[in-house]
């Protein structure tokens, strides 16, 4: 949980928007903090604020927790520039945010229980 955070952060985070688009959301009007129209990317979001994006709320997406079955010769690493790595075997559109928990070798596999 987070205790606040700017407005513009907030929008990027709960929505697919950039930092910068989710600016020129705000400067734009579309958006009401706990109703009102807020034209601030700098204003502070507490954790019970609401947030709307016309007239739709808002919120943050919750943890993400996701098990694989690593092959051999795929490294547990997020980035690499050699070899590929686990969050690799994922689509795109998944991969962000995630971080690997846990490291096996390449030769390793990853085996559940």
């Given at each position: 949980m987070y205790?606040?955070?700017?407005?513009?952060?907030?929008?990027?985070?709960?929505?697919?928007?950039?930092?910068r688009d989710a600016k020129k959301t705000i400067s734009s009007g579309r958006i009401r903090v706990d109703g009102q129209i807020?034209?601030?990317?700098?204003?502070?979001?507490?954790?019970?604020?609401r947030v709307s994006l016309d007239d739709q709320p808002l919120s943050l997406p919750g943890e993400r927790y996701l098990m694989l079955h690593k092959p051999a010769g795929v490294i547990s690493a997020t980035t690499d520039s050699q070899q590929p790595t686990a969050l690799d075997l994922l689509p795109a559109d998944v991969r962000h945010g995630l971080h690997i928990a846990g490291r096996l070798d390449a030769d390793t596999t990853g085996s559940c229980c």
């Open positions: 205790l606040s955070m700017r407005l513009d952060y907030f929008i990027a985070n709960a929505t697919t928007l950039s930092r807020c034209r601030k990317s700098a204003s502070p979001v507490a954790a019970d604020t």
